[in-house]
């Protein structure tokens, strides 16, 4: 029995160990589902094993188990996005009816060797969370990729959720990827003026410069007035 002191951690392996059960479920219902074909791939949290690194702290010793934290993640490609989260909406054994965060990826120069094939040889990716609203099922959060490269166009899910609206905005504008069927999709943290994307890689550490916004401003208001 674990002491009490390890009490958040026993009740996150409970939840855990929920999530797993809920995972298998899913894996298996995705494995028999019409879009299945439509991955690229699709990675399940790993069972923990003996060799684990966790197998080896002293809340193992005290009786704590271990499972994977980590969530599901489907990576599909732009043509296929639509037809996935319609999928894990309206399924189930899935229910994903909450879009919890939408960001991207920008793999330019990654060190790691295997990231370009892993994501379809594209430059970027981006990266949707869902999570169920259910009770009996909410802390199940499930990931999805979708490769894109530079001038390519990613459906915007603005149609299915109006709350992506200003993410996909936001991955415009620090990214520059386009959503394809966003309603207005303009800069949402940067002046409309600005020049660049400033989360991508190759963006000048220092800046490109910004004296010309201020250029632009005081021509404005000369012309203004």
């Given at each position: ?19 797993a ?23 399940w ?24 934290t ?6 599909v ?17 899935f229910g ?29 990716q ?37 709350g992506?609206?200003w993410p ?58």
């Open positions: 029995m674990a002491e009490p002191k390890f009490g958040a951690v026993t009740a996150a392996t409970a939840v855990a160990e929920k999530n059960a809920i995972y298998a479920q899913q894996k298996e219902a995705l494995e028999k589902s019409p879009v299945a074909s439509t991955l690229l791939r699709a990675l949290p790993a069972a923990p094993t003996a060799a684990s690194v966790h197998a080896y702290t002293p809340l193992e010793k005290d009786g704590v188990r271990t499972f994977a980590d969530m599901p993640t489907l990576i490609r732009k043509d296929n996005l639509l037809n996935l989260v319609q999928f894990i909406r309206g399924d189930a054994t994903y009816d909450f879009l919890l965060d939408l960001t991207a990826v920008d793999f330019l120069n990654s060190p790691r060797a295997d990231d370009k094939a892993d994501n379809d040889g594209k430059r970027f981006v990266q949707y969370l869902f999570r169920p609203r259910a009770t009996d099922r909410r802390s199940a959060t499930l990931r999805i990729g979708v490769p894109v490269d530079e001038n390519e166009e990613v459906p915007s899910l603005t149609q299915i959720w109006p992506a609206n996909e905005r936001e991955v415009f504008d620090l990214m520059g990827i386009r959503f394809a069927g966003h309603p207005n999709l303009r800069r949402i943290v940067l002046p409309e003026n600005y020049r660049g994307h400033p989360l991508r890689k190759d963006f000048p550490v220092k800046g490109i410069g910004e004296d010309y916004l201020i250029e632009d401003l005081l021509y404005k208001r000369r012309n203004e007035d």
